[in-house]
C-alpha cells in the first residue's frame, strides 16, 4: 500500500528462543534456569485458567522449565499463519510456529509483507508481558541473571542487524525498585531506552504506585529518557466474572486493567513529582479513555473534602494525560471516531504479532479500514499508524 503510512507498532511480541538463557546463564545454573524440554501433553480450562498436564496419549509439545514450573508452548502465544478457526487453545512445538515469532530476520520479512516499517516486541507467554515470571523465581539470584539475559538477547540477538526496525524493550527485576533503577541506568547506556512495567504491582504481591517503592525506578526513567511500557495482562490477572465463565469472557474484557491502572497513576502523583516520566500502555484499546478521564476529574472536583488526592493533585487528573501517556489498539473503530476527546497524539495502532489478536499479515488494510471509516485527515492518521509511536520511543 503505497499511498499509506508504513507501520511503527509499539506492541507486537518475540516468543523466546529455545537458547536464550542456556546459551548466557552460568553453568552451575543451567539445570534450574529456563530450558526448553520436548515431551506430551495437553491443557484445560480449569477456573479460567489454562493447567497444563504431561500424558503420555497428549499432543507434542516444547515445554518451557523454570525451577519447579513448567510452561508449554501454546497455539494462542504463536498463531500468526493459521486460519482464525485452527486457532484451538492446543499445544504445540517450535516447528509448529512460524520462524517470525522468534528468528529475527524471519520476522523482518514479515514485517515486510504486512507494511511494518519498525516494532517494539513484548516478551511472550513464558517470561510474561513484562518478564514477571522472574519475579517468582525461588533463587533471587538466578532471576536477576534470568532478566540480565533477556535484555542482553533483545539487544544483541534480537534488535542487533535489523537497521532500527525492531526497537528494544527490556524487563525489569520487578521484585525489588532499586534493582530495578540499576537495571535502566545499566541498559540504557547499552542502548535499551523502554522497559516492562506491570499494569496493576498489588497483582504480583508487589507495592502499589501509590506508594514511594517505585521512586527509585521513576527517577531512573526520568534521567534515562526511558519510557515505561504496560501491556495487558502484565499483572498475570485478567478480569474474569465468574470460574465457570468461558474464555471470551476474559479475552473481551482486558480493558478493564488498563483503565484501573491508568486512573491509578493519575491519582498517584507520580506524574507530578516526575514530570519528565512518560509511558505507554499496551493492546488496551481506546474507546474508553474519555469516560475515564472525564470521571476522575468529576472525582478529583466534586469530591475533594474525602478523595485524599486534592492536595497531592494540583490540576484536573485529566491534564497529566496528553503527552505523558500513550495508548495502542488493533481494533476500535469507537475510539477512533472519538479521537478528538482522547488527543490525536496519544493514540498509536499496533499489530499484535504473533498472537492470536493481530491482524498480520493485513495489517495496513486494517488500519486503512479503520481509519477512514473514522474519516482521520492525512495528517492525523499519519500520527495514529506511525508518527506518535515514534515520538515515544524517541525513534
Given at each position: 500500500m503505497d499511498d499509506f503510512p508504513r507501520i511503527v507498532s509499539p506492541d507486537d511480541h518475540v516468543l523466546e528462543p529455545r537458547d536464550l538463557w542456556t546459551s548466557r546463564l552460568p553453568g552451575k545454573y543451567r539445570e534450574a534456569g529456563p530450558r526448553v524440554v520436548r515431551e506430551k501433553g495437553h491443557v484445560s480450562l480449569t477456573d479460567g485458567v489454562f493447567d497444563y498436564a504431561k500424558t503420555d496419549d497428549g499432543?507434542?509439545?516444547?515445554?518451557?522449565?523454570?525451577?519447579?514450573?513448567?510452561?508449554?508452548a501454546m497455539l494462542t502465544g504463536s498463531a500468526v499463519g493459521y486460519e482464525l478457526d485452527?486457532?484451538?487453545?492446543?499445544?504445540?512445538?517450535?516447528?509448529?510456529?512460524?520462524?517470525?515469532?522468534?528468528?529475527p530476520n524471519a520476522r523482518l520479512a514479515d514485517m515486510d509483507v504486512a507494511g511494518i516499517e519498525a516494532s517494539l516486541c513484548f516478551p511472550n507467554m513464558f517470561a510474561r508481558f513484562a518478564g514477571q515470571r522472574f519475579v517468582f523465581g525461588q533463587d533471587k539470584d538466578l532471576s536477576l541473571l534470568c532478566v540480565k539475559a533477556y535484555?542482553?538477547?533483545?539487544?544483541?540477538?534480537?534488535?542487533?542487524?535489523?537497521?532500527?526496525r525492531l526497537?528494544?524493550?527490556?524487563?525489569?527485576?520487578l521484585w525489588d525498585g532499586e534493582l530495578c533503577a540499576a537495571e535502566i541506568r545499566e541498559q540504557a547506556d547499552k542502548g535499551i531506552h523502554a522497559m516492562c512495567f506491570t499494569e496493576i504491582p498489588s497483582y504480583l504481591g508487589l507495592p502499589s504506585i501509590h506508594t514511594d517503592h517505585w521512586d527509585p525506578m521513576l527517577q531512573a526513567c526520568e534521567e534515562t529518557g526511558t519510557v515505561l511500557m504496560m501491556h495487558i495482562g502484565s499483572g498475570s490477572k485478567l478480569p474474569v466474572t465468574s470460574a465457570d465463565a468461558p474464555a471470551a469472557v476474559a479475552n473481551a474484557l482486558p480493558s478493564v486493567n488498563s483503565a484501573m491502572s491508568l486512573v491509578d497513576w493519575l491519582f498517584s502523583g507520580s506524574l507530578i513529582r516526575f514530570p519528565s516520566l512518560r509511558m505507554g500502555f499496551a493492546e488496551c484499546q481506546i474507546g474508553w479513555i474519555p469516560y475515564f478521564l472525564e470521571r476522575a476529574d468529576e472525582v478529583w472536583e466534586h469530591n475533594r473534602g474525602w478523595?485524599?488526592?486534592?492536595?497531592?493533585?494540583?490540576?484536573?487528573p485529566s491534564t497529566y494525560f496528553p503527552g505523558r501517556i500513550y495508548c495502542s489498539f488493533f481494533s476500535d473503530n469507537f475510539g477512533l471516531r472519538h479521537l478528538d476527546e482522547i488527543g490525536v497524539d496519544n493514540v498509536m495502532f499496533e499489530t499484535d504479532y504473533p498472537h492470536s489478536d493481530s491482524n498480520w499479515p493485513n495489517s495496513q488494510e486494517v488500519a486503512r479500514?479503520?481509519?477512514t471509516a473514522a474519516g482521520l485527515d492525512a495528517g492525523t492518521i499519519q500520527k495514529v499508524v506511525r508518527d506518535n509511536a515514534r515520538h515515544l520511543l524517541g525513534l
Amino acid at each position: 500500500m503505497d499511498d499509506f503510512p508504513r507501520i511503527v507498532s509499539p506492541d507486537d511480541h518475540v516468543l523466546e528462543p529455545r537458547d536464550l538463557w542456556t546459551s548466557r546463564l552460568p553453568g552451575k545454573y543451567r539445570e534450574a534456569g529456563p530450558r526448553v524440554v520436548r515431551e506430551k501433553g495437553h491443557v484445560s480450562l480449569t477456573d479460567g485458567v489454562f493447567d497444563y498436564a504431561k500424558t503420555d496419549d497428549g499432543d507434542p509439545v516444547d515445554v518451557w522449565h523454570y525451577e519447579d514450573i513448567k510452561v508449554p508452548a501454546m497455539l494462542t502465544g504463536s498463531a500468526v499463519g493459521y486460519e482464525l478457526d485452527e486457532m484451538e487453545t492446543r499445544v504445540v512445538t517450535f516447528e509448529d510456529m512460524r520462524p517470525g515469532c522468534y528468528e529475527p530476520n524471519a520476522r523482518l520479512a514479515d514485517m515486510d509483507v504486512a507494511g511494518i516499517e519498525a516494532s517494539l516486541c513484548f516478551p511472550n507467554m513464558f517470561a510474561r508481558f513484562a518478564g514477571q515470571r522472574f519475579v517468582f523465581g525461588q533463587d533471587k539470584d538466578l532471576s536477576l541473571l534470568c532478566v540480565k539475559a533477556y535484555n542482553d538477547f533483545m539487544l544483541n540477538q534480537w534488535c542487533a542487524g535489523s537497521n532500527g526496525r525492531l526497537i528494544p524493550l527490556g524487563i525489569l527485576p520487578l521484585w525489588d525498585g532499586e534493582l530495578c533503577a540499576a537495571e535502566i541506568r545499566e541498559q540504557a547506556d547499552k542502548g535499551i531506552h523502554a522497559m516492562c512495567f506491570t499494569e496493576i504491582p498489588s497483582y504480583l504481591g508487589l507495592p502499589s504506585i501509590h506508594t514511594d517503592h517505585w521512586d527509585p525506578m521513576l527517577q531512573a526513567c526520568e534521567e534515562t529518557g526511558t519510557v515505561l511500557m504496560m501491556h495487558i495482562g502484565s499483572g498475570s490477572k485478567l478480569p474474569v466474572t465468574s470460574a465457570d465463565a468461558p474464555a471470551a469472557v476474559a479475552n473481551a474484557l482486558p480493558s478493564v486493567n488498563s483503565a484501573m491502572s491508568l486512573v491509578d497513576w493519575l491519582f498517584s502523583g507520580s506524574l507530578i513529582r516526575f514530570p519528565s516520566l512518560r509511558m505507554g500502555f499496551a493492546e488496551c484499546q481506546i474507546g474508553w479513555i474519555p469516560y475515564f478521564l472525564e470521571r476522575a476529574d468529576e472525582v478529583w472536583e466534586h469530591n475533594r473534602g474525602w478523595n485524599e488526592v486534592w492536595g497531592k493533585i494540583p490540576d484536573p487528573p485529566s491534564t497529566y494525560f496528553p503527552g505523558r501517556i500513550y495508548c495502542s489498539f488493533f481494533s476500535d473503530n469507537f475510539g477512533l471516531r472519538h479521537l478528538d476527546e482522547i488527543g490525536v497524539d496519544n493514540v498509536m495502532f499496533e499489530t499484535d504479532y504473533p498472537h492470536s489478536d493481530s491482524n498480520w499479515p493485513n495489517s495496513q488494510e486494517v488500519a486503512r479500514q479503520q481509519v477512514t471509516a473514522a474519516g482521520l485527515d492525512a495528517g492525523t492518521i499519519q500520527k495514529v499508524v506511525r508518527d506518535n509511536a515514534r515520538h515515544l520511543l524517541g525513534l
